[in-house]
């Protein structure tokens, strides 16, 4: 309660002093570029869009991008819903935007208004990827047809408000990332822990991430931030370094099981949110498992809710 009470005061203190100084409206792409559909951009753009977006924008019950209540956000932001990805032109937020408008918003968190969303930013997706995850949600599978509503209104509290204006300010749009090597383990499962933003969830603090080099986020992979579950409980993330307070005793089989099923070695459920990558391959999971092995082991014991 103490914390939760800190965290009110903390962010609206920032937030006071921040508001004189917030820049509301930056300058727009002018870019007209398209995306393209190549060889396996449409399957390749379904398991991006699953993995990264549906995170946050699938709804398992209409089984569609339509947005969904984020429940395991702070309560003192207030209530927070994801808007809608589906093609409704009532409600689709992406009907509104073009290809380029879309890849600059992934990669600087500034939309088509000129506003900064502080939510999706990955400036280090690569542009074969964001022409890929494109691909798929301007195409007619099943969970991007259109859903004619809202999941829900969005009401900030005071502290939330003040919390979304201070968080950090638009990134540069970098052109021409290349994708990492797929066969090269390590490099490709550091990729996927930044653009899957594991790092966002299990690093020490969501006021200590860098977004442009992940390893310096604070406590980068070692856990320690808090979140809710569904029924409202404290989460901690957990250490996923390779310490003995972390997934030292992991082989990549049991990595599949936990992050793909959600259920750890000795059988027990892992808290949500961390039910929502049953779209991630086994090439894929192994290797995160690979670069999680890779790090610098940290002395972190993570205490589970009761």
């Known amino acids: 309660m103490q914390g939760r009470k800190a965290n009110i005061i903390f962010f609206s203190i920032l937030g006071s002093l921040g508001i004189l100084g917030c820049i509301s409206h930056y300058s727009t792409t002018t870019e007209t570029a398209k995306s393209r ?3 396996n951009s449409f399957e390749r753009g379904k398991n991006l869009a699953f993995n990264i977006c549906g995170q946050c924008h699938y709804d398992e019950g209409t089984q569609r991008f339509m947005g969904k209540e984020m429940k395991d956000l702070p309560g003192f932001m207030g209530k927070v819903f994801s808007t809608n990805l589906t093609h409704s032109d009532s409600f689709g937020v992406l009907e509104k ?39 798929y ?8 047809l259109a ?12 502290a939330g408000k ?16 290349l994708p990492p090597n797929e066969k090269d383990s390590i490099a490709y499962g550091r ?5 899957l ?5 299990h690093s020490k603090s969501i006021l200590g991430l860098d977004y442009e080099k992940p390893e310096t986020s604070k406590g980068y992979m070692a856990g320690g931030m808090k979140f809710k579950n569904k029924e409202g409980k404290i989460v901690i993330a957990a250490n996923l370094t390779p ?30 949110p961390m039910q929502k990558f049953r779209h991630l391959t086994s090439k894929q999971s192994d290797a995160i498992y690979y670069y999680l092995q890779s790090l610098e082991p940290v002395k972190n014991k993570v205490k589970r809710p009761s």
């Open 97 to 135: 935007y073009s290809d380029a408008e879309l890849a600059y918003l992934l990669k600087t968190g500034i939309n088509r208004e000129g506003k900064y969303v502080p939510w999706m930013i990955r400036p280090n997706l690569a542009d074969t990827d964001i022409n890929d995850i494109t691909v």
């Open 162 to 177: 003040m919390g979304t204006k201070i968080e950090g300010k638009p990134l540069p749009f970098k052109k021409g990332i």
């Open 243 to 272: 310490d003995k307070t972390g997934i030292e005793s992991y082989t990549h089989f049991d990595f599949r099981k936990a992050v793909q099923d959600g259920v750890r070695p000795n059988g027990s459920k892992l808290n949500y």
């Open 197 to 201: 933003a594991c790092y966002h969830c």
């Open 147 to 158: 859903v004619d509503k809202v999941a829900g209104k969005t009401e900030l509290s005071f």
């Open 191 to 195: 990729y996927l822990i930044d653009n």
């Open 37 to 39: 559909e190549y060889e």
């Open 137 to 144: 949600f301007r195409s007619n599978d099943t969970a991007v």
